[in-house]
T-cell receptor, first 114, second 112 residues
């Protein structure tokens, strides 16, 4: 069973601060995705990274896929209260018959205070 | 409307009863999934399907049954509900994993 360890589990910061969320595994993934979930709703896809070392930017969010495709990070610059939510990383296994299955990390609950 | 729809949004049932949660998607995505989300456990895969009439177990399948006679529908049945099945259930679909999942809004199930 592939595991994705996400850290930190909780993050409480002030508006304007920067933060980084980490997603680590001992397994190689063919792709890694980040989702954001708000209370009462399903997760929503933010980004997919596919190539080792890949960096993608989405406004104030920067996503990086590790060179070995075993880890990823999400960096938010100048966090805003609207960034508050649960952030989930998810990896699609490399090799074999994955059937499109994703393994999810436990999530990071981010609270940004005004 | 295009999208993925789950019903009901909320359900309270008694222990031992059979409950079916519905999931419908309008894109004809091949892959569909059922997850449960619990505090401290994140999202855990219950069952998944690669196409109509092709289903397989995920991480926590015990006590659940699925079927997929049509590409667009993927119902999840709790054969005899237990309190440990109290959870929020999410259905998701994707054309293939790399494109990311689209999730439904979830069904909050309480077993009393």
């Amino acid at each position: 069973t592939q595991l994705l360890e996400q850290s930190p589990q909780f993050l409480s910061i002030q508006e304007g601060e920067n933060l980084t969320v980490y997603c680590n595994s001992s397994s190689v993934f063919s792709s890694l995705q980040w989702y954001r979930q708000e209370p009462g709703e399903g997760p929503v896809l933010l980004v997919t990274v596919v190539t080792g070392g890949e960096v993608k930017k989405l406004k104030r969010l920067t996503f990086q896929f590790g060179d070995a495709r075993k880890d990823s990070s999400l960096h938010i610059t100048a966090a805003q209260p609207g960034d508050t939510g649960l952030y989930l990383c998810a990896g699609e296994s490399a090799g074999g018959t994955s059937y499109g299955k994703l393994t999810f990390g436990q999530g990071t609950i981010l609270t940004v205070h005004p | 409307d295009a999208g993925i729809t789950q019903s009901p949004r909320y359900k309270i049932t008694e222990t031992g009863r059979q409950v079916t949660l519905m999931c419908h998607q309008t894109w004809s995505h091949s892959y569909m999934f059922w997850y449960r989300q619990d505090l401290g456990h994140g999202l855990r895969l219950i069952y998944y399907s690669a196409a109509a009439d092709i289903t397989d177990k995920g991480e926590v399948p015990d006590g659940y049954v699925v079927s997929r006679s049509k590409t667009e529908n993927f119902p999840l049945t709790l054969e005899s509900a237990t309190r440990s099945q109290t959870s929020v259930y999410f259905c998701a679909s994707t054309p293939t994993g790399i494109y990311g999942y689209t999730f439904g809004s979830g069904t909050r199930l309480t077993v009393v």
